[in-house]
Every structure is written in C-alpha cells, then in structure tokens.
C-alpha cells in the first residue's frame, strides 16, 4: 500500500519562477511530514519539515503548505534556480510505527524537478 | 556533507550469495535507519537500530538483518540473494530531537 504518493514523476519550471511539488497520504497517523532534495549519487538531504498542527512552514525560499482534511502537502520553491534540479521526496513520520527520534519514514516515489535556465 | 559514510559504494552479486553492507554513523548520533531504495522509487524502511537493538522494522523478511555497534557504527546483512534486492541502499543516522541524515548509499547489483 502507497501510503505516501507523489503523482507527477516530473516537473519542469523556468529560472525565477515557483516550483510547486505536491505530495499525498493516505495514513492520518502521520503526525510529522518532511521534504528532502536528492542529487545524483549522493544521499537524501533534509529541506524543510512541517508538523502536522501547522499548516504552513516557511525557510527562505523554500515553504510547505499542509491540507490536513484533504490529506495533501505541497512544497512551494520561490524564485526557482538552476541549482534546485533535482529528484524531491516528500516523506512522513508515523510516531505509531516504533523506532526512535523520527522513526520509520514512509517515503514518495520522488519528483524530478529540471529549472531551466 | 552530513557525515555519514557508507563502505562500498559499489558492489555486484549473484543469486544466493551473501552481502554485508557498511554505515559510520554521524558523531554523537545514536540510531541508524536503513532503506532501501529500488529504482524510480522512493526509500522504504527496511530497520532501524538504536543502542546495539533493533527498534523498528519494515516489511521486509527475516534473510535482512543488521547490527550495530557501541561506536553506533552499523551493518546491513542480507542472506540468500534475490535479483530483486538490486537497489541503493540507504544508511541514515539520528541523534535526539534531530533528523536524520542520509549516507550517499550503496549500490547493490544482484546478477
């Protein structure tokens, strides 16, 4: 079961304007939700995080929105640069499914974003 | 660079063989997570150790297994090798009240 859906595989987006990457859930356990940018051959890094009773968090450019009733996340990328292509996960903390400190995250499949010069 | 190393980068297999896959957690980080991630897919929980104990599983069964040090130092196991384990495996390590931070992987190929 996806219990974290990414539906668009890829995104293209012009320099200077908004990237926005939409992500689903289906797990209303879920009570922490994070992005990460992935490079190629390189691991996956933290980008921003949102706790589930906000609805909004914002650093820099970078701000993601939470619809806790439509179950849907979305991270907002504003002026868009070359430098953020690449491959975006959204990832959820189910506190419910042990571990410690974030747990076990379910992962998105990933969002290719390409900003084109 | 988050300070996660992961040994080998690379590696190729064959069917029914056994591998050990290695992760140096980052500095006074006491829990390691290990995903797996298949191609066009994202990361999937495979365990997580914290203080030399498994705490946390994800679907995956029995032939993946894992340690971990008292450095916190951690490896991945995995016995029986199937074509389908071919992946990136991912090595993340956590303090308290901290994310967790990602290894750059290894790339598994089971021929």
């Known amino acids: 079961d996806q219990q974290v859906k990414q539906n668009s595989p890829s995104l293209s987006v012009q320099e200077g304007r908004i990237s926005i990457l939409n992500c689903d859930y289906t797990?209303?356990?879920?009570?922490?939700f994070l992005w990460y940018k992935k490079y190629p051959a390189e691991g996956p890094t933290f980008l921003i995080s949102?706790?589930?009773?906000?609805d909004k968090n914002e650093d820099g450019r970078f701000t993601v929105f939470l619809n806790k009733s439509a179950k849907h996340l979305s991270l907002h990328i504003v002026p868009s640069q070359p430098g953020d292509s690449a491959v975006y996960f959204c990832?959820?903390?189910?506190?419910?499914?042990?571990?410690?400190?974030?747990?076990?995250?379910?992962f998105g499949q990933g969002t290719i974003l390409t900003v084109h010069p | 660079e988050t300070g996660v190393t992961q040994s080998p980068t690379h590696l190729i297999k064959t069917r029914g063989q056994q591998v050990t896959l290695r992760c140096s957690s980052q500095?006074?980080?006491?829990?390691v997570s290990w995903y797996q991630q298949a191609l066009g897919q994202g990361p999937q929980f495979i365990f997580q150790?914290?203080?030399?104990?498994?705490?946390g599983r994800g679907n995956f069964p029995p032939r993946f297994s894992g340690l971990q040090f008292p450095n916190y130092s951690s490896e991945l196991n995995v016995n029986a090798l199937e074509l389908d384990d071919s992946a990136l495996y991912l090595c993340?390590?956590?303090?308290?009240?901290?994310?967790?931070?990602f290894g750059a992987g290894t790339r598994l190929s089971v021929l």
């Open positions: 150790y914290y203080r030399e104990e498994e705490n």
């Open positions: 949102i706790s589930s009773i906000k």
């Open positions: 993340a390590s956590s303090g308290k009240g901290e994310g967790q931070y």
């Open positions: 990832a959820a903390r189910d506190p419910n499914a042990g571990g410690t400190s974030y747990g076990k995250l379910t």
């Open positions: 500095s006074g980080h006491n829990t």
């Open positions: 797990n209303s356990m879920f009570d922490y």
